[in-house]
T-cell receptor, first 110, second 114 residues
Framework: QKEVEQNSGPLSVPEGAIASLNCTYS??????FFWYRQYSGKSPELIMS????GDKEDGRFTAQLNKASQYVSLLIRDSQPSDSATYLC??????????FGKGTTLSVSS | GAVVSQHPSRVICKSGTSVKIECRSL??????MFWYRQFPKKSLMLMAT?????????EQGVEKDKFLINHASLTLSTLTVTSAHPEDSSFYIC??????????FGPGTRLTVT
């Protein structure tokens, strides 16, 4: 089983819609969870972190965590063409490095 | 977010030569920094964990004698690709971890070995 699983996409949504990105992870001892955005040819940019079960909102972004289901998601409201990128989910065990899956490619059409 | 710089952003070198890449954490001290590599359309792959004042920890399959890592201070880690070959051509990205466990990435270095 892969450590991090995400649907590679592409996930296509129209401008203004809600984009829903999902991620499952295998290691139950993961304590912190991060979402990164990576534009083509660029390095990843941290957009959200979440540490406890429930929802965390930051502007148009909402991260959701369910540790019992080993599931974390990212909702992007009012999606914009500039949100088109690859989104990487990264669970973290204390004292270790982030391990990334392939990410989900999001395409927002205007 | 925190700022991590990398230098150079692009480098072209001839096969057999060595290339040094610098990674600096500009607004926090990082006892731990990481080096990743990414080939086109592939996932980020962790190469090594760089610990200030001690030897780096390399991931399985990464040659420590080929990819030399030095973390001489709390704000600087360097990666030297020794005797580079065309198959080493890739996008090398460093990251620094802050006390809150958040990892911030540098802008990356695109290495082309001819």
């Amino acid at each position: 089983q892969k450590e991090v699983e995400q649907n590679s996409g592409p996930l296509s949504v129209p401008e203004g819609a809600i984009a829903s990105l999902n991620c499952t992870y295998s290691d139950r001892v993961s304590q912190s969870f991060f979402w990164y955005r990576q534009y083509s040819g660029k390095s990843p940019e941290l957009i959200m972190s979440i540490y406890s079960n429930g929802d965390k909102e930051d502007g148009r972004f909402t991260a959701q965590l369910n540790k019992a289901s080993q599931y974390v998601s990212l909702l992007i409201r009012d999606s914009q063409p500039s949100d088109s990128a690859t989104y990487l989910c990264a669970p973290l065990k204390a004292g270790t490095a982030l391990i990334f899956g392939k990410g989900t490619t999001l395409s927002v059409s205007s | 977010g925190a700022v991590v710089s990398q230098h150079p952003s692009r480098v072209i070198c001839k096969s057999g030569t060595s290339v040094k890449i610098e990674c600096r954490s500009l607004d926090f001290q990082a006892t731990t920094m990481f080096w990743y590599r990414q080939f086109p359309k592939k996932s980020l792959m962790l190469m090594a964990t760089s610990n200030e004042g001690s030897k780096a920890t390399y991931e399985q399959g990464v040659e420590k004698d080929k990819f030399l890592i030095n973390h001489a201070s709390l704000t600087l880690s360097t990666l030297t690709v020794t005797s580079a070959h065309p198959e080493d051509s890739s996008f090398y990205i460093c990251s620094a971890r802050n006390p809150g466990d958040e990892q911030y990435f540098g802008p990356g270095t695109r290495l082309t070995v001819t």
